[in-house]
């Protein structure tokens, strides 16, 4: 079965408003990383995340590591036509060496 | 500039066919990964390779193979393909230890196999 989820699979928003996404594992994570996908495009990564509890922002982007390191979120505040995309989180299991990406979020953002 | 790059955007082969997917980075990194991306499953890892001659099994190895000669090529090979091997194949590459899904990739090769 899958080992990081993502939800949610899909996301419409208007410009303006804030997204966010999330990634669960039930187990836990060494650490986790982010990354963004443009239509037409390859995933790019945004930021990896390692401590526990762990905030990073990046502008309007703002990532979050849970206390337990089994999920994490990505949020966007006043989203722009430019956020289109999916956002994938990627997460490396502790003591297993295994890593798995989520299923990814598909953004889209109406002007 | 860090560069990954690999050798179609756009492939097309036939039922049976044995097909070549070359990656090559700039970026003297140990690891290489080969995911293939279908709609609703993201990206699923086929096989990485943490130094040269050395691969592991992702979580869909079956059909595929790899090769890993030099240390900035990474190869995968179809040794038949079928239709269920239609994708978008994406190759990566990452640092060391924790780093290694700190992950630079490809633009990706869409294969259709008929």
């Known amino acids: 079965g899958q080992q990081v989820m993502q939800i949610p699979q899909y996301q419409h928003v208007q410009e303006g408003e804030d997204f966010t996404t999330y990634c669960n594992s039930s187990t836990t994570l060494s650490n986790i990383q982010w990354y963004k996908q443009r239509p037409g495009g390859h995933p790019v990564f945004l930021i990896q995340?390692?401590?526990?509890?762990e905030v990073k922002k990046q502008k309007r982007l703002t990532f979050q590591f849970g206390e337990a390191k089994k999920n994490s979120s990505l949020h966007i505040t006043a989203t722009q036509t430019t956020d289109v995309g999916t956002y994938f989180c990627a997460g490396l299991l502790y003591n297993f060496n295994k890593f798995y990406f989520g299923s990814g979020t598909k953004l889209n953002v109406k002007p | 500039d860090v560069k990954v790059t690999q050798s179609s955007r756009y492939l097309v082969k036939r039922t049976g066919e044995k097909v070549f997917l070359e990656c090559v980075q700039d970026m003297d990194h140990e690891n290489m990964f080969w995911y293939r991306q279908d709609p609703g499953l993201g990206l699923r890892l086929i096989y990485f390779?943490?130094?040269?001659?050395?691969?592991e099994k992702g979580d869909i190895p079956e059909g595929y193979s790899v090769s890993r000669e030099k240390k900035e090529r990474f190869s995968l090979i179809l040794e038949s393909a079928s239709t269920n091997q239609t994708s978008m194949y994406l190759c990566?590459?990452?640092?060391?230890?924790?780093?290694?899904?700190?992950?630079?990739f490809g633009p990706g090769t869409r294969l259709l196999v008929l």
């Open positions: 990566a590459s990452g640092g060391p230890r924790d780093t290694r899904l700190l992950q630079y």
């Open positions: 390779s943490y130094d040269v001659k050395m691969k």
């Open positions: 995340l390692v401590k526990s509890g």
